[in-house]
């Protein structure tokens, strides 16, 4: 029986000599070596006890060992849980007893902060280092590539993703070998890839950009990809002559521009620039193009949904638009109300329904009832408007979101922290404008009555508990919040307030 998502990435690529991942200093992996690793790994998983369906929380840092355990988890049937290598041991205690995961592997450096974690949710603890290094890589290094392929089809689970809620508690994402699978399919048609395509990957690879978007895409393409281990501006501005596209977030794209050595003459190569994840401005785009020529494609997605819309390839790539829905996907715009269907031109909440579109919360049916309609369409909770040719405006969110570098911060998870320090009567978490991130946090606390806040303690508990991208870089001691008549906190009040917190100092 087949395994579609195995076969069609990783297992038409066994014994291939095609380059796959370019590394540091000259070394290259190429794809059939790359297959016989995961087989390894895979191997390692069956022997520490993994059956398919099992959860695999994986926390480790960038590297071609974790892009194959990746792919052990997809041959062995494993629901692949991948976190953010900033989240806090506190953080990650949630995530794995959510879902249950029965087995967690980290980087050893992580190793002694983790064990207490993985040991009272009943999973077993395994490393994974950067450089080959971890238990589960010794394991593996012992073991024969495993050619087993556990049974699969389109509707098994292939992971599963948190994304933090506006109630402060983070869902699981359920995501189906067919949702990654068509997305992928899609994109590669649409953006034309092939297996003469290099793609400049400094994207992590714990989230749906770096990994469904940039990996899925290069390996259903055939294609190769210069692995680095983040964005380090020196890194790429010296890998970019080798790379035929690149995608990132656009923090990626205004740190190209900040530096005078990406000319016109360092891109005029280049066949594509990607950009999502959080709103590119009309500026960029703009500057972008003043400066190499390239159009930036931007394309909209989510956790839940991979991606959803994209400008053309061929066509014309709208500045400050995301363009249309991808072949397969349905978007529309409603009435955040009703839920009725608006008229062209009017802003509404943003709807999308197809392949691509996830299964539900792991274990949470109400809120999934919430998101997920009946019919299929899934509420996104970004505000946007479509123009007559069907082009998507995202113009807002109607969820209380802040997005900082393209890792999202949901203030309600810090309001609920800052509510519990001692002295704080209660808090408010706005966005601000960053040259550098797009946004970021500023905290606001209103004082118990007759009590003071020591802001040196507020800051350490936010520094245990909270990944260190997710804390409030200002933080102001108010009166009072601002209110409306009906005793709502004026969050726009707020953000216009602090708007400048961040625009003078970077
Ligand atoms: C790192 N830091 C951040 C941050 N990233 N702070 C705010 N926002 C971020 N995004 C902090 C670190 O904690 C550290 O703080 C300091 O910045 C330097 O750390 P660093 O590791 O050197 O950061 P840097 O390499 O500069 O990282 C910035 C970045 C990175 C933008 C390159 O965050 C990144 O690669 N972002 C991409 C996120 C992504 O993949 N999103 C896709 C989600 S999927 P200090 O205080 O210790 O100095 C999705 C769906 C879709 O949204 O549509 O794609
Ligand atoms: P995540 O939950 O990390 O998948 O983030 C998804 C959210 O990122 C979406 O709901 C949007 O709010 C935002 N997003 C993604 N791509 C874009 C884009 N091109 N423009 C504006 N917002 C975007």
Redesign the pocket.
Known sequence: MANPLYDRLFGRHAGSDRSFLHLKDGAELNYGDFVAEAGRFAAALREIGLAPGDRLAIQVPKSPQALALIAACVQTGTVLLPLNTAYTPNELSYFIENSGARAVVCDPASATALQPVAETCGAALWTLGASSDGTLAARAALLEPSTTVAPRDGADLAAILY?SGTTGRSKGAMLTQTNLLSNAEALVAYWRFTDQDVLLHALPIF??HGLFVGTNVTLLAGGAMIFLPKFDIDAVLEALPEATTMMGVPTFYTRLLEDARFTRQAAQHMRLFV??????LAETHERFEARTGHRIL???????TNMNTSNPYDGERRAGT?GRALPGVEVKVTDPDSGAALPRGEIGMVEVRGPNVFRGYWQMPDKTAEELRADGFFI???LGRLDADGYLT?VG?GKD?I?SGGY?IYPKEIELLLDDQPGVLESAVVAAPHPDFGESPVAALVPQPGQSIDLEAVRAAMARDLARFKQPKRIEILDALPRNTMGKVQKAELRERFADSFLQTV
């Open positions: 994304t989230h749906t950009s999502g994840s959080a709103p590119l931007e394309r909209y997605g989510m956790t839940e995301v996104t909770g970004d995202i969110r979101l997005i999202n």
